[in-house]
């Protein structure tokens, strides 16, 4: 089946521009997760989505960044005003339940995010 | 606050002999991990994942052992091919409504 999808794949924007990054997770995946991967860095965590529960928003840097999903379906990532440091790959990821038991995140290829 | 760290940032093999990849966790509450594989311009990839009421897990051609008593997590793969090289992470979870907290990465490079 389908995998998480990801879009743009790539995207270049000027300083103090907004960017809107998609993310489609794999179908019946109830929880929905978003990560900034810096060049030659590990995963950072941004923000997680289970259901219709209130969205962990713990990992984003700054009130710059947010996120919405609707239901268990599309989400999307908006960065205000970016800035140079705003440059990285941000990657989605999905897994069927979140809770106490024991799960799988699904990753999608990325967006890479350039800001001159 | 928790941390998941790796020994090595970089392992360089020979094509056909065995790699170990390390990783310390310091969060004694975890009691979940995962390896994942990361090549270029990819998302990571699921490897394997393990329980922290086991402290040895094997699948094809890769094993991951837990140490829990120094906090210690290993994959090992045998007979590594060209295709094996990556970044690998591990990743942890603890119980309750808590994301993976992903390590630093490992970059594996296989001398062929």
């Known amino acids: 089946g389908a995998g998480v999808s990801q879009s743009p794949s790539n995207k270049v924007t000027e300083k103090g521009k907004d960017v809107e990054l998609r993310c489609d997770p794999i179908s019946g995946h109830t929880a929905l997760y978003w990560y900034r991967q810096r060049l030659g860095q590990g995963l950072e965590f941004l923000i997680y989505?289970?259901?219709?529960?209130?969205?962990?928003k713990s990992g984003l840097p700054s009130d710059r960044f947010s996120a919405e999903r609707t239901g268990e379906s599309v989400s999307t990532l908006t960065i205000q005003r970016t800035q140079q440091e705003d440059s990285a790959v941000y990657l989605c990821?999905?897994?069927?339940?979140?809770?106490?038991?024991?799960?799988?995140?699904?990753f999608g290829p990325g967006t890479r995010l350039t800001v001159t | 606050g928790e941390s998941v760290g790796l020994h090595l940032p970089t392992l360089s093999v020979q094509e056909g002999d065995n790699s170990i990849i390390n990783c310390a966790y310091s969060n004694s509450a975890s009691d979940y991990f995962i390896w994942y594989k990361q090549e270029s311009g990819k998302g990571p990839q699921f490897i394997i994942d393990i329980r922290s009421n086991m402290d040895k897990r094997q699948g094809q051609r890769v094993t991951v052992l837990l140490n829990k008593t120094v906090k210690h997590l290993s994959l090992q793969i045998a007979a590594t091919q060209p295709g094996d090289s990556a970044v690998y992470f591990c990743a942890e979870k603890n119980s309750g409504n808590t994301p993976l907290v992903f390590g630093k990465g490992t970059r594996l490079s296989v001398i062929a």
């Open positions: 990821a999905s897994s069927r339940r979140f809770s106490t038991a024991y799960y799988e995140q699904y």
């Open positions: 989505f289970q259901g219709n529960s209130a969205p962990d």
